[in-house]
């Protein structure tokens, strides 16, 4: 397949949107391993936060990259969308419709969904911007007793928040509905999925998804349940 035939057949936006869901899929999973440090208290997710700020030759050639990812990956999801739809003016017949699965069938509304929350995400917890946090703070202020970026006690005071930690918990539900069926269909348009591994291979997408999304709502969940707030107190952070 040629660079030309890659970007204008169907055959090879499947394959740039496999890929890209690949290299989204591994990022979505290091970036749960970092903010899981959260239960290993202040001092580790502090340094894990910093570590990542310092090191800016490589903090925005990854942010860069991370971007033309999905963009490509929107870009090609919403192009075979289109070829699709196009290529079936007729609807589907409803005993279609029922065989297909919810996932399956909302892949762009909720891939679309989820780019508006990471957008939010990082105005919130990256780009810091105080009118969207809904706490009344500035996250900027916040510094730990070495004055680092006090990660930990923005991620609490962030979450304790119900609105944000409900919108959270809501944009992983969605996360886990795209990747169930997303994974599994990563493996199949790079010709990975035979029939002989094709259920070892839905069943891996199936549990990856639910181990990502438990992972990512045990921290708003933590949180909001009292998490960390004795660390507020003993800061003076606590309201």
Same mark, same amino acid.
């Given at each position: 397949m040629n660079g030309s +035939? %890659?970007?204008?057949? *169907?055959?090879? =936006? =499947?394959f740039i949107m496999a890929i890209t869901g690949m290299a989204l899929f591994l990022f979505v999973v290091l970036h749960l391993l970092g903010n899981l440090q959260v239960f290993l208290g202040p001092e580790a997710i502090n340094r894990y936060g910093n570590l990542l700020q310092t090191n800016t030759e490589i903090l925005w050639p990854a942010r860069i990259i991370l971007l033309i990812l999905v963009g490509?990956?929107?870009? *090609? @999801? /919403? =192009? %075979? *969308? @289109?070829? +699709?739809? $196009? $290529?079936?003016? /007729?609807?589907y017949a409803q005993t279609e419709i029922v065989a297909a699965s919810y996932a399956s069938r909302t892949m762009l509304m909720s891939g679309l969904i989820i780019l508006a929350f990471i957008i939010y995400h990082l105005l919130h917890f990256t780009v810091q911007v105080p009118g969207i946090n809904l706490t009344g703070r500035n996250f900027v202020e916040l510094e730990d007793a070495t004055h680092q970026r006090d990660v930990f006690a923005m991620m609490v005071i962030g979450f304790r928040n119900p609105f944000v930690s409900a919108f959270y918990i809501i944009a992983m539900l969605l996360l886990f509905l795209h990747l169930s069926h997303g994974v599994s269909a990563m493996f199949q348009s790079l010709g990975w999925k035979s029939p002989a591994y094709g259920p070892l291979i839905a069943r891996f997408a199936v549990v990856a998804s639910w181990l990502i999304f438990l992972g990512y709502i045990s921290i708003p969940i933590a949180i909001y349940l009292g998490y960390g707030q004795s660390y507020l107190a003993e800061r003076g952070l606590l309201k």
């Open positions: +035939n %890659l970007f204008t057949s *169907s055959l090879g =936006k =499947k490509l990956h929107i870009w *090609s @999801a /919403v =192009k %075979l *969308s @289109a070829e +699709n739809r $196009a $290529a079936r003016p /007729v609807p």
